[in-house]
Structures are given as structure tokens and as C-alpha cells.
């Protein structure tokens, strides 16, 4: 794995070779004329300007000889100050994000096991480094791993963080867990709503009301937004998109989708990263989680197929909305509504299949007493292993935005 890193060894070296010549001929210069004898007791006083230029002449390659080491291990070690996002004990590695030159990136490498761990100030192991902790790595470029890894910062496991930044719910966020849209409170409408941050630790700011409409959803890169609006001459909501070239430009006119205009006012659609899957609860009959695919963007969705097995809904008494599908399509979260409660368990439930292709057909309650008992629109950001939701713990009647830290979907 290639790093990126903002320290060029090769131009260190280079730049230490070319004083060594220089200097190789500046001493020629100033020592010709002279001749060189050797140096000892019966030596003329005359030949103290030799024995100088030779003192001066040792002095300066042994100067020279530190450069050019120092500038071979600058082409060896690079060092990058970033944030982990993922650590992998098993096989060794760890992924980190970092600012390159040509923007924030990030590589998965592999760890010395002999390489020194220090968190906050102690020495540590690699099963001890969390997500987001801020890191300083040594990277050995001739051995392809990492040497030192310097670690800062506590991230709990399961902490829950309730946004103070601005007053919203039904979050949806960017792939890279930096971009923020949301249903925010409007005079007459409610209103979509964006924000960003710098890094998942940074606060959200820069907020701006986008255009009218409810439960959005983005694609990864956050250049399409799909939400519902209603459309001029109706009175129900339908699905609309709204989309833009890049993350600089302003999202154009929103416009209905016609192929899923049949669906009236469907409920917590979610977009694949990609923006080729599409699920929501549909609202024919009582309604379904349903899930559709295109060839590419500009393509039309396919029609809709269940995403659940006939018979989970009802051996639970409830209906799941809200929906969240993973990269891969094989896991789901989802929230039972209109099902039974119980003591500190909440509606969030995890589901898992074998293939795209089977519906999913067991449900896995998620058990943790931080989780409102009343949860929405859970949004899994898979970069930072953070769960955006609304709800906020021990106040069922509140849907603001809260955020599960070093949350996992794994088995």
C-alpha cells in the first residue's frame, strides 16, 4: 500500500547530494595550491594553513556523511498525524485517515510487531487502539509497515452523544460521516437541511436550509438526495431527487421520480452509498419494506421487491420502517413500530442473509440501555463507526439527533 505522505524523502536526498558536490568543490577550491604532507610532530609551521584546510576538510564530510544518513532514513520513515478508523488485531493492519496534498484520504497498512504503541503516554498494543483516537504514525517505506504508532484520545465504547449543534431529525450522512442532511423545521414546511464537519470528533456547522421536504436520504458521495416533497397541484408526498455534479455546486430543482410516483408519502427511504439500491416502506395496503436497483444513475428504478420474509413482521406484531442497508446489502437495520415494548430494550433491530438475492428472515433485537427506547431513521456510518439516529435516551416524546460512538454491526 502506497502512503501518500507530505514528506519527500527522495527531495531530502537529492538535496543533501547536491551539497556534497558542491562542497567537494568548494574545497577544491580553497585548498588549491597547497600540498598535502602529512601531519605530525615535524611538521614546518608553515604548513599550518595545510593542516587547516585538512581539519576543515574532515570536519566538512563528516557533517556531509550525517546529512546524507539523515536524509536516507527521511527516505525510509515517513510519518503521517491523521485518525484511526479501523483496527484489525487478526491480521495485524490499521486504517487510518489522513490530509494528503490533494485532499483528506486513507490507507490500510500493516503493523511491525515489533513496532512501539504509545497511548497517552503509555505504552500500549495494537487491540488496545480505538476508532478515532488521533494518531501519529512512523511508516517504513522499504519494509511496507508501521514502526510507531502514537495514539491520543478515549473513545468509550457505546457512548452516546446527543447533537447540540442544531435542532433536526431523520438524519442521513455522506460515506465519509462528514456531511450531514436532515428534516429541520420550516414556517409552513419542514425543511431539508445540511451541515458538515471536519472530522468525526469536530463539531457540525456550516448549516443551510437546502429546499421543503421530509425524510432525506444520500448517496455516499452526497451528490444525489432523494426525500419526500409534495408535488404543485397534489397534496401528498411523493418521492423527489435532487442532484448536483460536485460537492462545491448547488443542488439543482428537485424533481419527482415518475417511476415511484404510485408510492403515496412512503416512509424512511435510504439510498445505497453507491446510489444504485433504493428501500423504503411502501404505502399500498398496509405496506412493505420494498428494495429496487438501476444499471446507473440515470437509469430508471426497477420495480420493487420485498426485502423481508413474508412472516417475520407478524411472529413480532409489528412493522419495520426505516430501514438501512449495508455496502454489501447483507445486513439491515431496521425499527419495529406498532410492535410490543419491553423494559430498557429498544425498537432497533439488526437483520442478516446469506445473498442479495433472499429476503431477510430473522430479526436480532439490539440490546443497550444508552438506546432511546423509541429510535428512527438509524443511519450506520460505516468510515467512523458511528450510529446516527433520532431519539434522545429516557425521553421517548424528543426526536432530536444523537449519535451511538464506536458503534459495530459486526457478527
Given amino acids: 500500500m502506497q502512503l501518500i505522505s507530505p514528506v519527500d524523502g527522495n527531495a531530502l536526498r537529492h538535496c543533501s547530494e547536491y551539497l556534497f558536490i558542491?562542497?567537494?568543490?568548494?574545497?577544491?577550491?580553497?585548498?588549491?595550491?597547497?600540498?598535502?604532507?602529512?601531519?605530525?610532530?615535524?611538521?614546518?609551521?608553515?604548513?599550518?594553513?595545510?593542516?587547516?584546510?585538512?581539519?576543515?576538510?574532515?570536519?566538512?564530510?563528516?557533517?556531509?556523511?550525517?546529512?546524507?544518513?539523515?536524509?536516507?532514513?527521511?527516505?525510509?520513515?515517513?510519518?503521517?498525524?491523521?485518525?484511526?478508523?479501523?483496527?484489525?488485531?487478526?491480521?495485524?493492519?490499521?486504517?487510518?485517515?489522513?490530509?494528503?496534498?490533494?485532499?483528506?484520504?486513507?490507507?490500510?497498512?500493516?503493523?511491525?510487531?515489533?513496532?512501539?504503541?504509545?497511548?497517552?503516554?503509555?505504552?500500549?498494543?495494537?487491540?488496545?487502539?480505538?476508532?478515532?483516537?488521533?494518531?501519529?504514525?512512523?511508516?517504513?517505506?522499504?519494509?511496507?509497515?508501521?514502526?510507531?504508532?502514537?495514539?491520543?484520545?478515549?473513545?468509550?465504547?457505546?457512548?452516546?452523544?446527543?447533537?447540540?449543534?442544531?435542532?433536526?431529525?431523520?438524519?442521513?450522512?455522506?460515506?465519509?460521516?462528514?456531511?450531514?442532511?436532515?428534516?429541520?423545521?420550516?414556517i409552513s414546511e419542514p425543511m431539508i437541511t445540511t451541515a458538515n464537519r471536519e472530522t468525526?470528533?469536530?463539531?457540525?456547522?456550516?448549516?443551510?436550509?437546502?429546499?421543503?421536504?421530509?425524510h432525506p436520504t444520500v448517496s455516499g458521495d452526497g451528490l444525489?438526495?432523494?426525500?419526500?416533497?409534495?408535488?404543485?397541484?397534489?397534496?401528498?408526498?411523493?418521492?423527489?431527487?435532487?442532484?448536483?455534479?460536485?460537492?462545491?455546486?448547488?443542488?439543482?430543482?428537485?424533481?419527482?421520480?415518475?417511476?415511484?410516483?404510485?408510492?403515496?408519502?412512503?416512509?424512511?427511504?435510504?439510498?445505497?452509498?453507491?446510489?444504485?439500491?433504493?428501500c423504503f416502506r411502501s404505502s399500498e395496503g398496509d405496506g412493505e419494506l420494498v428494495w429496487m436497483m438501476r444499471r446507473s444513475r440515470t437509469s430508471p428504478w426497477s420495480a420493487p421487491q420485498p426485502l423481508l420474509a413474508s412472516q417475520i413482521e407478524r411472529n413480532l406484531g409489528g412493522n419495520f420502517t426505516w430501514p438501512w442497508l449495508s455496502d454489501d446489502r447483507l445486513t439491515l437495520l431496521v425499527t419495529l413500530e406498532k410492535g410490543p415494548t419491553s423494559g430498557k430494550s429498544s425498537n432497533l433491530y439488526l437483520l442478516r442473509r446469506e445473498t442479495p438475492q433472499q429476503p431477510f428472515s430473522l430479526a436480532t433485537e439490539i440490546e443497550n440501555e444508552l438506546l432511546p427506547r423509541t429510535v428512527r431513521s438509524p443511519r450506520y456510518v460505516e468510515t467512523t463507526g458511528e450510529l446516527f439516529l433520532s431519539g434522545v435516551p429516557n425521553a421517548e416524546s424528543s426526536f432530536g439527533i444523537g449519535i451511538m460512538k464506536n458503534f459495530s454491526i459486526s457478527p
Wanted: aromatic residues 8%; contains cysteine.
Fill in 22 to 186: 558542491e562542497s567537494q568543490n568548494n574545497l577544491e577550491n580553497m585548498t588549491s595550491g597547497f600540498e598535502m604532507k602529512p601531519i605530525g610532530p615535524q611538521t614546518d609551521e608553515r604548513d599550518f594553513p595545510l593542516r587547516k584546510a585538512n581539519w576543515f576538510l574532515w570536519n566538512m564530510l563528516s557533517l556531509l556523511v550525517t546529512l546524507m544518513l539523515t536524509s536516507a532514513a527521511f527516505a525510509q520513515n515517513q510519518s503521517v498525524e491523521g485518525e484511526i478508523v479501523a483496527v484489525d488485531v487478526a491480521s495485524g493492519s490499521l486504517e487510518i485517515a489522513y490530509q494528503a496534498p490533494l485532499g483528506r484520504t486513507s490507507a490500510t497498512l500493516d503493523v511491525s510487531k515489533k513496532a512501539v504503541i504509545t497511548i497517552n503516554d503509555a505504552l500500549g498494543t495494537l487491540a488496545e487502539l480505538r476508532k478515532g483516537q488521533k494518531a501519529s504514525i512512523t511508516w517504513n517505506k522499504d519494509l511496507d509497515v508501521i514502526t510507531a504508532i502514537t495514539a491520543t484520545g478515549n473513545v468509550q465504547a457505546g457512548e452516546f452523544v446527543a447533537i447540540t449543534e442544531f435542532d433536526g431529525s431523520f438524519p442521513t450522512l455522506t460515506q465519509d460521516g462528514l456531511t450531514i442532511f436532515y428534516e429541520a423545521k420550516g
Fill in 224 to 278: 444525489e438526495l432523494i426525500f419526500l416533497q409534495i408535488p404543485v397541484g397534489k397534496k401528498t408526498r411523493t418521492l423527489h431527487v435532487a442532484t448536483r455534479k460536485t460537492l462545491r455546486d448547488q443542488f439543482g430543482h428537485p424533481q419527482e421520480i415518475r417511476e415511484l410516483s404510485k408510492f403515496s408519502y412512503p416512509r424512511g427511504g435510504c439510498l445505497s452509498p453507491d446510489g444504485l439500491t433504493f
Fill in 200 to 214: 468525526s470528533d469536530s463539531p457540525f456547522a456550516n448549516v443551510k436550509p437546502l429546499f421543503p421536504g421530509r
